[in-house]
Nanobody, 121 residues
Framework: QVQLVESGGGLVQAGGSLRLSCAASGSILSINTMRWYRQAPGKQRELVASITSGSSTNYAISVKGRFTVSRDNAKNTVDLQMNNLKPEDTAVYYC???????????????WGQGTQVTVSS
């Protein structure tokens, strides 16, 4: 059973920093793209950042220059370093990944349970 577990959320003042981590566990053959999404109250879930297995990255315009996504392929983890946080960054942040679990020969998409990030003004 493949699982994604996030950690690192919390309450921070505007201008502060937080680092989110996500670990994939289970019988995993390989992981392709890993992503961070967020969902604020009353809003649709949006893609924040993504990173491929070759470490190519993409960011939402709203976080570019403030957030950095990274991964450790050996540990099956992905991190999101969030700097200069703003109240509008307040949301539940979700880890998402395309994973090939043993013994399948195709990738499936998995979600973590989410972690709350609250930025006070």
């Amino acid at each position: 059973q493949v699982q994604l577990v996030e950690s690192g959320g919390g309450l921070v003042q505007a201008g502060g920093s937080l680092r989110l981590s996500c670990a994939a566990s289970g019988s995993i053959l390989s992981i392709n793209t890993m992503r961070w999404y967020r969902q604020a109250p009353g809003k649709q879930r949006e893609l924040v950042a993504s990173i491929t297995s070759g470490s190519s990255t993409n960011y939402a315009i709203s976080v570019k220059g403030r957030f950095t996504v990274s991964r450790d392929n050996a540990k099956n983890t992905v991190d999101l370093q969030m700097n200069n946080l703003k109240p509008e960054d307040t949301a539940v942040y979700y880890c998402n990944a395309d994973i090939r679990p043993y013994p399948r020969d195709y990738y499936s998409n998995y979600w973590g349970q989410g972690t709350q990030v609250t930025v006070s003004s």
